[in-house]
């Protein structure tokens, strides 16, 4: 079952401007977990925020997480052309036998 | 350290006809799954091994789709006859026991059938 679910589907934005990405959820988490993916490749770990923390930075990358709204938001800044790739939300639900549940996945395109 | 590693990389097959993919975890993780990811959606859990022992099965088509983790490394995933709703990318991934942290993905098995 798909417990997150990412807004947008798609963003398309020139280079150097920011993106933002946004993930709900469902239930209760013990945290949640933002992938990359480039066309035809794996997906690759970006950043775990655990269920007490609001606000975590990675180099250009800042996840927020509320867990009253059950929301989370992906921010890349100064993008380039690099980042142009989908970005998925995984939550750990607090019942969840170390499975993790996927979105849909927000499809970023960075304009040069 | 050593990603996780898959193969082959592609397979185009015709409908009814059998294939298997295989996945060699990170040395030392204990968990490993199987997803099944197609075009323009996130990935779906096929099945999830702690060591070599079944964790999760539930969304695995038994009829057609088999998985085995011998020894508790490497893996195969066989679907037997395919179909042509079976044309996805079959991701392995595999973490650390006991810890839903990061998991760590291969490149993936692109199935096309035809």
């Known amino acids: 079952s798909q417990q997150g679910e990412e807004d947008p589907q798609a963003l398309s934005i020139q280079e150097g401007e920011n993106a933002t990405m946004n993930c709900s959820y469902k239930?209760?988490?013990?945290?949640l977990q933002w992938y990359r993916q480039n066309s035809g490749r794996g997906l690759v770990h970006l950043i775990l925020?655990?269920?007490n923390e609001r606000e975590k930075h990675s180099g250009r990358l800042r996840v927020t997480l509320d867990t009253s709204k059950k929301s989370s938001s992906l921010l890349i800044t100064a993008s380039r052309a690099a980042d142009t790739a989908s970005y998925f939300c995984?939550?750990?639900?607090?019942?969840?036998?170390?499975?993790?549940?996927w979105g849909a996945g927000t499809k970023l395109i960075i304009k040069p | 350290e050593a990603g996780v590693a898959q193969s082959p990389r592609y397979k185009i097959i015709e409908k009814r006809q059998s294939v298997a993919f295989w996945c060699n975890p990170i040395?030392?993780?204990?968990?490993l799954y199987w997803y099944q990811q197609i075009l323009g959606q996130g990935p779906k859990l096929l099945i999830q091994?702690?060591?070599?022992?079944?964790?999760?099965d539930s969304q695995l088509p038994k009829d057609r789709f088999s998985a085995e983790r011998l020894k508790g490394v490497d893996s195969t995933l066989k679907i037997q006859p395919a179909k042509l709703e079976d044309s996805a990318v079959y991701l392995c991934?595999?973490?650390?026991?006991?810890?839903?942290?990061?998991?760590?993905f291969g490149e993936g098995s692109r199935l096309t059938v035809l």
């Open positions: 925020i655990r269920s």
């Open positions: 995984a939550t750990d639900a607090e019942d969840s036998n170390y499975q993790l549940i």
């Open positions: 040395s030392g993780h204990a968990t």
């Open positions: 991934a595999s973490g650390r026991r006991g810890n839903t942290g990061e998991l760590f």
């Open positions: 239930t209760s988490i013990n945290n």
């Open positions: 091994f702690q060591n070599n022992g079944v964790v999760d």
